[in-house]
């Protein structure tokens, strides 16, 4: 187990990246970052606009490294454009697809399977600014399926990546 942090938690009721990226993101209904997050197996995060969708139940909770975010872009970038519920520093996450990880803030581990890449979009471009789209290819983050219940906290968490025949 390594030890990361987790820099910033979003959870949004409402799909605010809907129509085309010229019209604009809905607006913010409430406040979007939280200082914890409650996670239920096979339904997501509580309160986030992907809980309990079927749609969505393979990639219901996305992640992303902080390391890759576009400041050079935009300075003051962050989970509110680019849409990711977990904001990581200290760990290559999108290196990890196809794996099973654990993190845990200190109340029990939450078990994530990391099943694909969450690929930008052109809402990038017209949230971060121009280039973002590009810039975030191969490394927007990853989009998973939580395994197990759990809540996760700012601040230093540990992090592993469970071996495939001990799930």
């Not at 454009?81 to 939450?110: C, E, F, K, Y």
């Not at 927007?140 to 700012?154: K, Y």
Request: glycine share 10%; with cysteine; net charge positive.
């Amino acid at each position: 187990m390594i030890t990361v942090e987790i820099v910033q938690l979003l959870v949004s009721p409402l799909h605010r990246y809907e129509g085309r990226p010229a019209s604009g993101p809905a607006p913010v209904s409430g406040e979007e970052f939280v200082e914890r997050i409650e996670i239920r197996r096979a339904l997501g995060i509580v309160g986030d606009r992907y809980y309990a969708r079927p749609a969505h139940r393979n990639a219901a909770i996305t992640l992303m490294a902080a390391e890759n975010l576009p400041t050079a872009i935009n300075p003051a970038v962050d989970l509110r454009q680019t849409r990711r519920n977990i904001l990581l520093r200290g760990v290559d996450i999108d290196a990890h697809v196809g794996s099973t990880i654990a993190l845990d803030s200190g109340t029990g581990p939450v078990l994530l399977s990391v099943r694909r890449p969450a690929r930008p979009c052109a809402w990038m471009n017209a949230t971060i600014g121009p280039g973002a789209q590009r810039a975030l290819r191969d490394k927007g983050g990853v989009r998973c399926a939580p395994l197990s219940d759990g809540v996760l906290t700012l601040g230093l968490t540990g992090f592993s990546v469970i071996p495939a025949d001990s799930g």
